[in-house]
């Protein structure tokens, strides 16, 4: 038996429905967030925890106040809340990219067929200018 099964025969095939139709995803605009907000969380309490520390004139309380700020980050920023799936990206079906990629693909040769027919061009004026500019040396005597 599967695991879904299981669970369809355990909870019921409605609730099974409900927990897999969650979203668990956290857009790039999200990420950027979490990140934001772990870093200040992590650095307010262990600031809070560094002075409670140094007034109490103990280590451990500083610690534990630090960890304390962890666990609250971790509350906040692990789970996919939805204020971390404001922006949902938008993809491309497979027709577009596809057309997408041709056009690529198409100005990426243009630039190239570009670039070779210039270096040409340079290499071939810089031919002639060097034999032309060529000065022959006078017999004086």
């Known amino acids: 038996m599967k695991a879904i099964e299981v669970?369809?025969?355990?909870l019921g095939k409605g609730r099974v429905n409900r927990i897999m139709s969650i979203d668990?995803?956290?857009?790039?605009?999200?990420?950027?967030?979490v990140d934001m907000f772990v870093r200040h969380i992590v650095e307010v309490f262990g600031f809070i925890g560094l002075?409670?520390?140094?007034?109490?004139?103990?280590?451990?309380?500083?610690?534990k106040v630090w960890l304390i700020g962890l666990v609250v980050a971790v509350l906040i920023c692990v789970p996919p809340w939805w204020f971390f799936r404001k922006h949902p990206?938008?993809?491309?079906s497979v027709e577009e990219r596809t057309k997408n990629e041709k056009k690529a693909r198409k100005e990426l040769?243009?630039?190239?067929?570009?670039?070779?027919?210039?270096?040409?061009?340079?290499?071939?004026?810089t031919s002639s200018d060097s034999t032309s500019t060529k000065s022959t040396p006078s017999n004086s005597k």
Not at 24 to 33: C, I, P, R, S, T
Not at 53 to 62: L, P, R, T, V
């Open 109 to 125: 040769k243009k630039q190239k067929s570009k670039k070779k027919s210039s270096k040409r061009k340079d290499a071939s004026s």
């Open 51 to 63: 002075l409670v520390g140094f007034f109490m004139e103990d280590f451990g309380i500083a610690v």
């Open 24 to 33: 668990l995803h956290v857009d790039f605009e999200g990420q950027k967030l």
């Open 7 to 10: 669970a369809e025969m355990l």
């Open 89 to 92: 990206l938008q993809w491309l």
